[in-house]
C-alpha cells in the first residue's frame, strides 16, 4: 500500500453542508463564512483579531509590509530569520526591500536564540520565528529579545494550527504578528488559505484593506448596512492586493476546525510510536518537541546518514517521505548569506520528514520505521 506524506482529511459531508449555505444564498466572496471563521478562529486561540487571507504566504507579505509602513522601517533594514524554512518565510522579508539575515538554528531545528543575539545590528528591526513541525521550541527566548531589543516579532505559525503551551495558553500570544496557514495539506486544510492575527487594532485595520485592493469598505459591509441598500461609494487608501479569503474555503476551515485538536492528538500518538521505534537507533536523530509543547505535529522529521539513500529505499516500498527544508542560504537570491549557518547546512543534507497524518495507522508506522531502521546505516 502507498503511503504519502500528507494526506488531507475533509469531514465531506459536514463540509459540503456548509458551502451549501454559500450557494443558497449566493455568497461565496469576502463576507459571510469569512467573518464566522474569523471570529471561531479568535474564540479558539484568544487572539484579539484575525484576518482571513487566500494564502499564509501573502500573509507574510502583509505582515512585514505593514509593519514597515506604520513604524517606518527603511529599505535594507534587517529582519533576522531562519535559513530552515519555506522560502515564502524569506520572500517576504526580501520583497519587501528590507534584508532577511540568518541566524542557525539548534537541536530543534529552530532559531538558536545565541546566534540570533550575535546577529543583531543597529540595523535590526525585527525577528521572524518559525515553529518549524508545530515545535514552540526557543520562542519564549526569542520573545525575550526582542523586548530587550525592542524588536517586532512575527510568527511565521505555518506549522502550529492548533500547538499550545500545557498550560492551555496560545505560543506567540505577545506577537506582533501571527501567520497560521490552512494550505492544501496543513492540519486544518482548506485547499488554501491563511490568517493574519495582528495584535494591534490599527494594523488589523489596514490588513482588511490592503486585503481588498486598499479599498475602505469591502463588498460584504456595503451589502449588509442596516437599511438593506447597497452602497456603492467607498475610497482607496492603500496600494493593495486582492488577497482575502473566500467563504467556500471558509466552510472547509469552519469545519476543520471543529476538529483540529482531536486531529493532532491522534498525529501527536503516531509520533509517540516513531519516538519508541526509534529508540536507542544510533544512527537516527529524532527532532524532539520542547517539554512545555503540545505539537500540532504537522511533521515527523529525523536526521539520518545518507539520505538521498534512505529515501530510494522508502520509495522501492511505495513510501514517500519528503524533505523540510533545505537552507535556503543555498537559493541564488540568498547566497550572500552563505556559510554563516553551518548547522543549518548539515540539517539541510540530512533532514528526512516521514508520513504523518490521519490515515495513518500504528502498523503503518511501525512498517515505515522497520525499513527505516534496516537502511539506515
Known amino acids: 500500500m502507498k503511503v504519502q506524506l500528507f494526506k488531507p482529511k475533509y469531514r465531506v459531508e459536514e463540509c459540503l453542508k456548509e458551502i451549501r449555505e454559500c450557494l443558497e444564498i449566493g455568497w461565496t466572496g469576502l463576507g459571510f463564512k469569512t467573518v464566522k471563521f474569523e471570529q471561531a478562529w479568535i474564540k479558539y486561540t484568544g487572539l484579539k483579531y484575525a484576518h482571513y487571507l487566500n494564502s499564509s504566504t501573502v500573509g507574510l507579505d502583509m505582515a512585514v509590509e505593514i509593519l514597515k509602513m506604520e513604524y517606518g522601517w527603511n529599505d535594507e533594514d534587517e529582519i533576522i530569520t531562519t535559513p530552515v524554512t519555506f522560502i515564502s518565510t524569506n520572500h517576504a522579508i526580501l520583497r519587501n526591500k528590507m534584508k532577511p539575515i540568518f541566524a542557525d538554528i539548534d537541536n530543534s531545528l529552530n532559531l538558536d536564540p545565541k546566534d540570533v543575539k550575535k546577529k543583531i545590528s543597529n540595523k535590526t528591526r525585527a525577528i521572524m520565528f518559525v515553529g518549524l513541525g508545530g515545535n514552540t521550541a526557543n520562542l519564549k527566548e526569542i520573545e525575550t529579545i526582542c523586548k530587550e531589543h525592542n524588536l517586532k516579532l512575527i510568527l511565521d505559525a ?214 527505516v531502521k534496516e537502511n539506515v546505516v
Open 158 to 371: 505555518a506549522h502550529m494550527a492548533g500547538t499550545k503551551y500545557t498550560d492551555g495558553s496560545l505560543p506567540g500570544a505577545d506577537a506582533d504578528a501571527i501567520v497560521y496557514s490552512f494550505q492544501a495539506v496543513k492540519n486544518c486544510p482548506t485547499g488554501d488559505s491563511g490568517m493574519i492575527c495582528f495584535k494591534e487594532k490599527k494594523l488589523d485595520d489596514i490588513a482588511r484593506k490592503m486585503s481588498w485592493l486598499g479599498i475602505n469598505k469591502d463588498t460584504y459591509a456595503r451589502s449588509t448596512n442596516k437599511d438593506g441598500a447597497y452602497k456603492w461609494k467607498y475610497d482607496v487608501e492603500y496600494l493593495g492586493y486582492k488577497a482575502h479569503g473566500n467563504s467556500i474555503m471558509a466552510s472547509l476551515g469552519l469545519v476543520g476546525l471543529k476538529y483540529l485538536d482531536q486531529d493532532n492528538a491522534y498525529r501527536r500518538n503516531l509520533a509517540k510510536i516513531y519516538d519508541k521505534e526509534f529508540e536507542n537507533c544510533e544512527n537516527i536523530k529524532l527532532i524532539l518537541t520542547d517539554k512545555d509543547c503540545i505539537s500540532s505535529r504537522h511533521l515527523y522529521q529525523i536526521l539520518v546518514p545518507k539520505r538521498e539513500d534512505l529515501i530510494s529505499k522508502l520509495n522501492e516500498n511505495e513510501i514517500y517521505p519528503g524533505v523540510h527544508y533545505l537552507d535556503n542560504t543555498e537559493y541564488r537570491m540568498y547566497s550572500y548569506a552563505k556559510g554563516t549557518c553551518p548547522f543549518a547546512k548539515y540539517v539541510s543534507k540530512h533532514i528526512l520528514s516521514l508520513p504523518l497524518h490521519l490515515d495513518i495507522k500504528e502498523e503503518d508506522v511501525k512498517r515505515i520505521a522497520k525499513i
